[in-house]
């Protein structure tokens, strides 16, 4: 006997929006593509754990794929055709790249933007000190982060030293099997009474996260702070390098761990840098997809790869700078006869972004600072955000109702799965994106980014098939918006 649908169940099912499991609704035939997807974003989180090497990989990709430089472009000449691929590489840490369409830039430019950067542990300008027979760094984090989860854990050491006569050396010290790693050290808990009365964001104090950088003294009675001394003899042996170096350089510490499948599925991954990695992966490569496939798309599509956004977006390589501005600016004036100022405002206010910034998951080990009606949750697609901020939304960014609607009703013409994304319940925290510095400039932007479980921690989780979902949408939206 066929069982009928009651008139109530068939108008719920048409007037109710229900978000399902991604993996229920996905075609099996499919999956092969979601895993392969997941191994090679993996292995660009495994090689990308600063925004420099970030860059460098996606560079490579570019120029692979007959992209040029827009300096390179510029010293050409002439006008930029449909069709050109143009980038820029700002100060190895931001990257913009560019499809030019047919349409003219007074139509505007679809546009997805992400961030490179995560929380860490910087060494500080005069890092290197001794105390009680040990070699320790002294650290300034960066990002917002929980303390204690940085303890007792391998961090491997990423950066760029300049050395006193300019040479540059590029160091990278933990990511081997064979490399030593560094450590922040904890409390054993039979001496813990005391620190365990302490509230979490005291366990440890910012100021006390140092590293062990070694513990063997140069063998000279007469030389003093010998630990301290044998770490410098090291790396002026290896990388010429000498203690004023420190002042200029820009290295950081990172959870020296690779990225691994989570839970017997496989259906997750584990890693460093998810936020915002793994929407930087998913928009870069969704363009990447375009360039190959469609010589001259109708629009021009973007996709712009941040720094600094966990610190606010400041500085020269930051949303808030004008690097994207003035890329915008020279694709303006080389595609537009006459160009004045007018002409870039034009084309920004004509086009259309979407933040591809991380959220929430919803995790049901900390149930009570979520609302389970907005919440995002893993495994069911890719999270919209139509406003972030704290408490009265403020810091934040909203999109307006018409542009929410266009890009709900191309994911769904498209089959994208798609569901809410609140970052938790209201007066409980909050949080920013770089969405309203594109939404200083004029244009629409909505964020539109993964579920991510333990944010900001030294190994977060996502989807793998939310982290498909992404990259479907991103190519969706460029595309077809």
């Given amino acids: 006997m066929i069982a009928t649908q009651t008139e109530g169940q068939l108008l719920s099912e048409k007037l109710s929006f229900e978000i399902k499991n991604c993996w229920e609704t996905a075609k099996p035939e499919d999956f092969p593509k979601i895993h392969l997807f997941a191994e090679q974003y993996k292995a660009f989180l495994n090689k990308g754990k600063t925004e420099r090497e970030c860059v460098r990989q996606c560079v490579e990709r570019l120029e692979y794929a007959g992209f040029i430089s827009l300096d390179k472009a510029l ?3 002439g006008q930029f055709a449909p069709g050109a691929k143009i980038y820029q590489n700002v ?7 560019a499809v030019l369409g047919e349409k003219s830039l007074h139509e505007g430019a679809n546009i997805l933007g992400a961030h490179i950067d995560a929380p860490r542990m910087d060494l500080k300008t005069n890092p290197l000190y001794e105390d009680s027979g040990f070699a320790l760094f002294d ?4 990002g917002g982060i929980k303390y204690y989860q940085w303890t007792t854990i391998p961090l491997a050491l990423h950066g760029v030293v300049f050395t006193r006569n300019g ?20 409390l054993l808990p039979h001496l813990a009474r005391e620190q365990l009365k302490k509230e979490a964001s005291h366990f440890i104090d910012g100021e006390d996260l140092d590293v062990l950088a070694g513990s063997k003294p140069y063998r000279d009675e007469k030389a003093e702070n010998k630990v301290k001394l044998e770490v410098l003899r090291l790396l002026y042996e290896k990388y010429d390098m000498v203690e004023e170096d420190f002042a200029s350089a820009e290295l950081e510490l990172v959870p020296a761990d690779k990225a691994r499948d989570v839970g017997l599925d496989r259906s997750m991954i584990g890693g460093y840098g998810h936020d915002d990695r793994c929407c930087a992966y998913a928009t870069f490569s969704a363009l990447l997809e375009l360039a190959a496939a469609e010589a001259r798309p109708a629009k021009t599509i973007l996709c712009f790869l941040s720094d600094k956004e966990e610190i606010g977006s ?3 390589t930051g ?14 004036a080389k595609t537009i006869d006459a160009y004045t100022e007018m002409d870039l405002r034009l084309a920004l206010s004509k086009s259309s972004m979407l933040s591809a910034d991380v959220n929430a998951a919803f995790d049901p080990n900390y149930a009570d600072v979520y609302d389970k009606k907005t919440a995002s949750w893993c495994g069911k697609g890719i999270a919209l955000s139509k406003y972030t901020g704290s408490g009265g939304k403020y810091g934040g960014s909203e999109a307006n109702a018409e542009f929410c609607q266009k890009v709900q009703a191309l994911f769904n013409q498209n089959k994208i799965r798609w569901q809410y994304g609140d970052l938790g319940k209201v007066n409980k925290g909050g949080g920013g994106t770089i969405a309203l510095y594109a939404a200083r400039l004029g244009m629409d932007v909505l964020d539109c980014g993964l579920p991510v479980l333990s944010m900001h921690s030294p190994f977060e989780v996502i989807s793998k098939i939310d982290l498909y979902t992404a990259y479907q949408a991103y190519i969706a939206f460029l595309r077809d918006m």
């Fill in 75 to 77: 010293a050409q000449g």
């Fill in 167 to 186: 040479e540059r050396q590029d160091i990278c010290i933990g990511e081997d099997e064979n490399d030593p790693v560094f450590t922040i050290t904890d």
């Fill in 314 to 316: 400041t500085g020269n």
């Fill in 319 to 332: 949303a808030d700078a004008r690097v994207f501005e003035n890329f915008i600016a020279s694709l303006c």
């Fill in 91 to 97: 100060r190895e840490k931001t990257l913009l790249c």
């Fill in 139 to 142: 650290t300034h984090y960066y």
